[in-house]
């Protein structure tokens, strides 16, 4: 079967029919991916001579940290697909992305504090990339309370849309005020976990493939997570239809 | 012709109520809207009115030339009965508050506050508010209901009066309401069956 | 559109406490504050301008969830959807009785409360203008928040978590300008970006907001 546009997988029979093919190899290559990326990265790789073993964190924290934020990206691409084209599968799609992104979201605080806590002496500091992350945790809660909070799947999908537009840039500002708020207390503090000065190349490999690991693990749930909406709004729209029969 | 639909197909809550609906609406003339419980007539009301889109199909009206009275009156108890309606009238910019209130019997009331009024006397203020949105047809949904037999009355009168003055009215009732020759539509025979099949997000309506 | 201003605060105003309510809690805010980190003067100096932003913040949030509510509940919504004035018009009307009538009476009365939390002298005049420029924007991205929660029951704790993450913008740079202010240091940067962010709010939002009203009407 040829398609002639990506609209196509649009339709939720197309999309479901794909995806029953698509995500067994898209799951199976995240597990090994993960598997050989995070096995590499803790045990096959030499400790560093400043932050000694802990900065094997960096194997959960920067994958999962990267995933937090595109998952809000593609809840914001979904939702824009939803307000301009109406497809109900954009819409199930960015609900089912919410939780994944609050996981890696979390994933990430925690490893945060975890890498933190030798260098710092503390489990948690005003940082200002963990700060951002934190809000965007805060965002992700507001997103997924108000899918559960309205009953009527149109209207949340759309109430939802807006959010996420509106909270994308919000957060975007955050962003800004957060670094801004942080640095006017210590001038050009070294605090920040950035992956790009730590990062030699002996750990570069081994990263690449657990932030390959994170992205497929990331597609694969949500995939899955969108069938499974898809299927329990086909449910609902055949006990509605028979209720009215 | 004030109101024209075509081919119009309505849903609520994901669920097609209505499909392949067309009817005409002249000035002067009112037309009352009749169905069992939930076919969609309050649906049906509400998107004439413009505050839902239609599934398809074409609704036809001279811009601003419709006023929705639903179930709920848009009143508020802490003003007086004139403060809400030259509220309603300063919004819509239409018609005249004194004729309003003397074609509803609600001149001695002018100046109480509406939470003091009596369920047909609030009534009669949503209804009296129509008057002064200045619009030409007027959508009504159930409009009689807590109404007594006098104020029926009134309500009636004030109909045939703004038909008179080529106006039009779409009412959905259950009530037999004399605005003298007043056509039907009943709502029946266009409940939508099954979903068209095809439809691009079919499995999901 | 003046009208409907006019309608709202005349509703506020019946309403009892209509302009009170926010001044008793940012008064019970301020009181709470040198009860939970102690009565030292130095302390609730240098902690001053974020808690009377902080508490500032959180008496906006009192009145939101009632904005378009009541119009909700008796059908006035429904009503001026179908009337020839735009939502977004009413969106910002809303936005604007809600600032009059929450948000000035705290900006007259922040000098009394910067006083009680022994906010430095210099940090009145920054104290109040950088209200007076990030108020509105609170009211504005409240009116969002209560777009999208009208239709809900108890939609008073889902508001707050879906409006303080927008607020956070506001806030830091709101109670930066202060800061700095309250230390005599310059103070335009926040200022600026204030500013920028309630222009850019008041332009937009609206937008936004209709378009909210608009799928909970349908």
């Not at chain 2, 209505?18 to 049906?44: D, Y």
């Not at chain 2, 004439?48 to 609704?59: C, K, M, S, W, Y």
């Not at chain 2, 009024?117 to 008057?131: E, I, P, T």
Request: glycine share 8%; hydrophobic share 55%; proline share 5%.
């Amino acid at each position: 079967m040829s398609r002639s546009s990506l609209w196509e997988y649009a339709n939720p029979r197309t999309f479901v029919e794909t995806t029953d093919k698509v995500l067994p190899p898209i799951a199976w290559a995240a597990a090994l991916c993960l598997v050989v990326g995070l096995i590499w990265g803790f045990f096959f790789t030499p400790d560093d001579f400043r932050q000694g073993s802990t900065v094997k964190i960096i194997y959960l924290h920067v994958p999962s940290a990267m995933m937090a934020i595109n998952a809000w990206l593609m809840m914001l691409v979904a939702s824009i697909i939803w307000v301009v084209r109406r497809h109900h599968v954009s819409a199930l799609a960015a609900r089912a992305a919410a939780p994944v992104g609050i996981v890696m979201t979390l994933i990430t605080l925690f490893t945060g504090a975890i890498w933190g806590q030798p260098m710092w002496g503390t489990w948690w500091a005003w940082d200002p990339r963990l700060t951002s992350f934190l809000i965007l945790f805060l965002f992700y809660l507001g997103y997924a309370a108000l899918w559960a909070a309205i009953e009527n799947d149109e209207t949340a999908a759309d109430l939802t849309a807006m959010l996420c537009l509106v909270g994308s840039v919000f957060a975007l500002l955050s962003r800004y005020a957060v670094n801004f708020w942080n640095q006017g207390l210590h001038q050009g503090a070294s605090l920040s976990l950035d992956k790009e000065e730590n990062v030699a190349d002996v750990f570069y490999v081994p990263l690449l493939v657990c932030i390959a690991g994170f992205v497929l693990l990331f597609i694969a749930l949500v995939l899955l997570r969108t069938r499974t909406e898809i299927r329990a709004r086909r449910v609902a729209a055949l006990i509605a239809r028979e209720r009215r029969a | 012709m004030v109101l024209q639909v075509t081919d119009l197909s309505l849903a609520r809550g994901g669920v097609r109520l209505i499909e392949g609906l067309s009817f005409e609406l002249a000035s002067g003339q009112a037309m009352l809207v009749r169905g069992p419980n939930g076919i969609g007539k309050t649906t049906l009301l509400r998107t004439l009115a413009g505050l839902q889109p239609p599934l398809t199909g074409q609704i036809d009206a001279e811009e601003d030339s419709l006023a929705y009275a639903g179930h709920l009156d848009g009143v508020k108890p802490t003003l007086t009965v004139a403060e809400n309606l030259r509220f309603w009238a300063a919004v819509f910019g239409g018609g005249d508050l004194e004729t309003a209130l003397r074609d509803f019997a609600l001149t001695p009331l002018r100046d109480r506050p509406a939470g003091q009024l009596s369920a047909g006397q609030k009534r009669r203020l949503g209804l009296a508010r129509l008057k002064v949105t200045g619009r030409k047809t007027w959508l009504l949904d159930e409009p009689t209901v807590s109404l007594d037999a006098e104020a029926r009355a009134l309500f009636e009168a004030a109909v045939k009066a703004h038909l008179a003055q080529g106006g039009a009215v779409l009412a959905a009732t259950h009530i037999d309401l004399s605005f003298g020759a007043a056509d039907t539509l009943d709502l029946t025979p266009y409940r939508a069956t099954s979903p068209i099949a095809g439809a691009f997000d079919e499995a999901l309506l | 559109m003046r009208a409907l201003l006019l309608r709202d605060l005349r509703l506020a105003i019946r309403a009892g406490g209509g302009f009170g309510l926010a001044l008793a809690f940012f008064l019970i805010v301020v009181v709470l504050v040198p009860l939970s980190v102690g009565p030292n003067s130095d302390r609730l100096a240098i902690i001053a301008p974020g808690m009377l932003w902080l508490g500032a913040l959180l008496a906006n949030l009192l009145s939101l969830d009632r904005m378009f509510a009541l119009d909700w509940e008796d059908g006035s919504l429904d009503l001026l959807a179908t009337s020839p004035m735009p939502l977004e018009a009413v969106a910002l009307i809303k936005a604007l009785a809600h600032w009059i009538t929450t948000a000035l009476p705290l900006i007259l009365a922040a000098p009394a409360f910067a006083l009680m939390l022994n906010l430095p002298g210099a940090g009145y005049t920054g104290l109040l203008i950088s209200l007076l420029l990030g108020t509105p924007a609170l009211s504005v991205i409240g009116s969002f928040g209560a777009a999208l929660t009208v239709g809900l029951k108890r939609g008073g704790l889902l508001l707050s978590l879906l409006v303080l993450p927008l607020y956070v913008p506001t806030l830091i740079f709101g109670a930066e300008m202060t800061r700095r202010a309250a230390e005599t240091q310059e103070y335009l940067t926040p200022m600026l970006m204030l500013a920028g962010i309630t222009c850019g709010t008041i332009a937009l939002l609206p937008f936004a907001s209709a378009a909210v009203l608009r799928a909970n009407l349908r």
